[in-house]
C-alpha cells in the first residue's frame, strides 16, 4: 500500500451506520486513518531509541517535552503466535474484559455506546506518586482495512483500534481531584497465516499476529520526566505482554475469528 492509499474510504467502508451519522464521525476518520497511516510506516526517519527489547517485543520512543511535560511518543512492535489481529483488537476495545488486563486502571465509565464499533470512554487510572491522580475522556473505533502485502482475495483483513481523546461537557477537565490527561493511541494486528496450513483446515500453530502499537500520551500537567519516563519504561511493557497472554488465554480453546 503507498501513500496513494485512500484510507477514509476503507475507513469508511469498515464502519456500521451509527459512527458514520454520528457528530464525531469526520474526527474519527481523520484520527483512524493518520494513526493507521503511520503505525504502518514503521520506524520510519523519526530518530526512535530502542528501549525495551524482549523476545519479540520491541519498544522504542522518542523523547519530546511540550511546555516542560514529558509527551514521549511511543512505539512498539510485537509478535504472538496463535492469535489474530481480529482477536487481539476485539478484547482491547470490548469494555467487558478492559479490568482483566489493565493494570493502570482504577475506574472505567461507558459514557456513550455510539454504535457497535465507537465507544465513548471516561476513565480514571491509578495514581502515580507524588502526583496528582489522571483521568481521561476518549472515544475507541474499532476497524479493519484490506492488507495490501498479502494481496489475495481472502486474506485477512488488518484489524485496529484507536483511542483518542474528546472533550466531553459532562465531564469537565481538571474540576476535582484528578488531572485531565491526553491520549492518541492505536493497537494493530496483522494476521500472517503459515504457507504450510494451505489446502487445511487452520490450526492456531498456523497463525501469526503482527503488532504494532503507538502511544502519544499527554500528562496534562506537572509530573517529574524522570518519574514519568520510569513509570512508561516499567508499564508499556507490562501491558503490551500481560495483554497478549490474556488474548492467548482467552482464545485458545476457541474457533479461530479471521
Ligand atoms: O492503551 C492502553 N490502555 C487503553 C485502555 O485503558 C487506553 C489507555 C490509555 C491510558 C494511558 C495512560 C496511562 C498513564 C497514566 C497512568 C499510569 C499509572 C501507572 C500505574 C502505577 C501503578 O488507551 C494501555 C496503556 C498502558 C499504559 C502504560
Known amino acids: 500500500q503507498t501513500s496513494q492509499t485512500n484510507w477514509g474510504e476503507l475507513i469508511r467502508a469498515a464502519a456500521t451506520n451509527a459512527s458514520l451519522k454520528h457528530p464525531y464521525w469526520p474526527d474519527i476518520e481523520r484520527v483512524v486513518a493518520e494513526q493507521i497511516r503511520s503505525a504502518r510506516m514503521g520506524l520510519g526517519k523519526g530518530a526512535w531509541q530502542l528501549f525495551v527489547e524482549d523476545g519479540e517485543m ?3 520512543r522518542r523523547e519530546v517535552e511540550e511546555d516542560g511535560l514529558v509527551v514521549d511518543p511511543l512505539k512498539a512492535t510485537h509478535q504472538v503466535k496463535g492469535i489474530t489481529g481480529r482477536e487481539l483488537c476485539h478484547y482491547f476495545f470490548y469494555p467487558e474484559y478492559r479490568y482483566d488486563w489493565e493494570g493502570t486502571l482504577e475506574t472505567m465509565n461507558v459514557v456513550d455506546k455510539i454504535a457497535e464499533d465507537t465507544i465513548v470512554f471516561h476513565q480514571i487510572h491509578k495514581r502515580i506518586w507524588p502526583t496528582a491522580q489522571r483521568d481521561a475522556t476518549f472515544w475507541s473505533h474499532l476497524t479493519h482495512v484490506p492488507d495490501e502485502e498479502n494481496k489475495t482475495d481472502d486474506s485477512p ?7 483518542n481523546s474528546v472533550d466531553l461537557p459532562s465531564y469537565p477537565p481538571n474540576v476535582g481531584k484528578h488531572i485531565r490527561i491526553y ?60 495483554f497478549t497472554a490474556y488474548v492467548l488465554e482467552k482464545t485458545k480453546n476457541l474457533p479461530i475469528k479471521l
Request: with cysteine; glycine share 6%; proline share 6%.
Open 157 to 163: 483483513h488488518i484489524w485496529a483500534t484507536i483511542n
Open 58 to 60: 520491541k519498544m522504542y
Open 183 to 242: 491520549l492518541t493511541i492505536i493497537l494493530m494486528g496483522q494476521t500472517v497465516i503459515s504457507p504450510a496450513a494451505k489446502g487445511r483446515e487452520l490450526k492456531r500453530d498456523d497463525i501469526t499476529c503482527k503488532i504494532t502499537y503507538c502511544a502519544v500520551v499527554n500528562p496534562g500537567g506537572w509530573a517529574p520526566s524522570s518519574v514519568l519516563r520510569a513509570v512508561y519504561k516499567r508499564e508499556y511493557p507490562k501491558f503490551l505482554k500481560r
